[in-house]
């Protein structure tokens, strides 16, 4: 998803440095899908929060880590 963003955001010319931007949206919007994601488990699928917080971090981490890498290189 990651690079799918980056390859619309360079098609598209999204500001001076589209790698930047388009990695900040990437970051808010993979938080907002990863806490969504936690709610359905914890109200629809009957996980507890504890259960549901020890998965989070493995869920929002890496794909927020990769982000981070491309900021930083841009």
Do not use: C, D, R
């Amino acid at each position: 998803m990651l690079t799918l963003f980056l390859t619309f955001g360079w098609l598209w010319h999204i500001g001076q440095f589209p790698s930047a931007s388009v990695a900040k949206l990437f970051i808010v919007l993979w938080v907002v899908m990863s806490l969504v994601n936690m709610w359905i488990g914890v109200s629809k699928a009957g996980y507890s929060i504890s259960e549901e917080l020890f998965v989070l971090p493995q869920v929002l981490l890496p794909p927020v880590l990769a982000a981070g890498l491309v900021l930083l290189a841009s």
